[in-house]
């Protein structure tokens, strides 16, 4: 810490860090500028990012594009309000989403963070029944596995170890969580339980192919499909939240289209502007935005954050959709995937790992146990000149799409080399 600016030192009494028990944890790596995949350190050394900044920086960190589409807005106007003011970035952004997306997911209501973005699918969810006159649907049914955001609503439809259920018993509202439906089993349960409780049943939340933070578990569309047709089945209806797979992390634009499953809402956060200012979206087909059109302000969606729709986000948002169109973004994703298939695939013979799996721009090492000294781990991919941030028993890559080859074999070597020195 001796050479650690002053920035850092002092701020380090004041702030209050993520997931951090702040009295055992070392201090955050010092980062003075970003590159393409790297971080630039306040000693003058650079970092390989395996993560792209929790999933956000798809076309790697400074893109010339975002950063002149940011600067022409900056100057043409900052932010105004939403409720009674339009402007350009955000009628066009949800023109070119609404066209994205498939099926008639063509509405789309804009906010600043992913966890809002939920809470705005499952209000709009509950809203829709009662709009249509069914006053018993309060509940959103949800995954073990599942990560949806860290607000209360949001955790309230978490992994229920994960989302800490227990320990906020009194604060959170319940609502069912039960096992995605991958096998005979676990569909047999999720039908049972609509037969009896669908009716109470708002909607079904799921992360479509890859539930993130709840440990980089994959299922496979057909799991999608199943929900599908029981939403079909019990008049429910179906959520995907898309916001760590949107923009091709999975390998196509959008989780949703591998599966060939429409949901009735998606929503969007991340890499919508290619990690450049926080934006997300809640998008609903026409089928759930037609029960709120009507003559009765009562039906109209009361929710607006402030800085709902922010122009230099939407502004950087279309630019980072402009790069999705002009550069060849997915088949980056299918070379990364290669990549990480060959590279990560020597670890699943060493004495730690349980699993190797991998699908579009996630790699993933699972282990049999999370790692004793996990500080260590941490400070040893550090030494290794990468930045991968291991959670639970989960080594992981999501790097930028832009990623060159030299950097993504740093990443994976130092990932064969911490892992090979772990016990079994
Ligand atoms: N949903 C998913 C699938 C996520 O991965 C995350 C964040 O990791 C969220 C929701 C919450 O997003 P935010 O952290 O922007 O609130």
């Given at each position: 810490m001796s050479d650690a600016p002053g920035w850092l030192t002092e701020g380090l009494g004041h702030i209050w860090l993520p997931y951090t028990q702040m009295r055992t944890a070392g201090p955050p790596l010092p980062v003075t500028a970003t590159s393409g995949t790297r971080l630039r350190l306040a000693d003058g050394r650079e970092l390989v990012d395996g993560i792209a900044s929790w999933w956000t920086a798809c076309h790697g960190y400074n893109h010339p594009h975002l950063l002149a589409a940011l600067q022409a807005q900056a100057e043409a106007m900052p932010h105004v309000m939403f409720g009674g003011l339009g402007h350009e970035p955000a009628y066009r952004l949800a023109t070119r989403l609404a066209g994205m997306l498939p099926g008639d997911l063509t509405r789309v209501f804009l906010a600043e963070s992913g966890s809002v973005s939920v809470e705005v699918a499952m209000k709009m969810a509950v809203q829709y029944w009662l709009n249509k006159g069914e006053r018993g649907r309060y509940k959103i049914l949800a995954f073990t596995g599942g990560?949806?955001?860290?607000?209360?609503?949001?955790?309230?439809?978490?992994?229920?170890?994960?989302?800490?259920?227990?320990?906020?018993?009194?604060?959170?509202?319940?609502?069912?969580?039960?096992?995605?439906?991958?096998?005979?089993?676990?569909?047999?349960?999720?039908?049972?339980?609509?037969?009896?409780?669908?009716?109470?049943?708002?909607?079904?939340?799921?992360?479509?192919?890859?539930?993130?933070?709840?440990?980089?578990l994959f299922h496979d569309a057909v799991v999608l499909r199943r929900l599908r047709e029981l939403a079909d089945r019990y008049g429910i209806l179906l959520i995907f939240d898309e916001i760590f797979t949107g923009f091709g992390r999975t390998g196509t634009m959008f989780a949703c289209e591998a599966a060939g499953v429409v949901p009735d809402i998606v929503t969007l956060s991340k890499a919508l502007t290619g990690g450049v200012l926080p934006l997300s979206a809640a998008i609903a087909s026409a089928r759930v935005f037609d029960a709120f059109w009507s003559e009765d302000p009562n039906a109209a969606l009361m929710h607006g954050p402030t800085y709902m729709g922010h122009a230099l986000a939407c502004a950087v948002a279309n630019a980072s959709l402009d790069l999705f169109e002009t550069e060849p973004r997915l088949q980056q994703v299918a070379a990364i995937s290669a990549a990480l298939h060959q590279g990560l695939e020597p670890c699943r013979a060493m004495p730690a790992v349980a699993d190797v799996r991998v699908l579009g721009a996630i790699g993933v090492v699972e282990l049999k146990q999370a790692p004793a000294d996990l500080r260590g781990l941490k400070e040893k991919l550090v030494e290794q000149g990468v930045w991968i941030r291991p959670f639970g028993r989960i080594l992981y890559l999501t790097p930028s799409f832009t990623i060159g080859e030299e950097d993504l074999e740093r990443l994976m070597a130092a990932i064969r080399t911490v892992t090979a020195g772990l016990p079994g």
């Open positions: 990560y949806h955001g860290d607000t209360i609503a949001t955790m309230a439809v978490c992994d229920p170890e994960e989302g800490m259920h227990a320990k906020f018993r009194g604060l959170l509202p319940e609502h069912p969580v039960l096992p995605l439906p991958r096998d005979a089993e676990s569909l047999e349960t999720l039908d049972q339980f609509l037969a009896q409780q669908g009716h109470r049943i708002a909607a079904m939340l799921v992360e479509p192919l890859v539930q993130g933070a709840g440990g980089m």
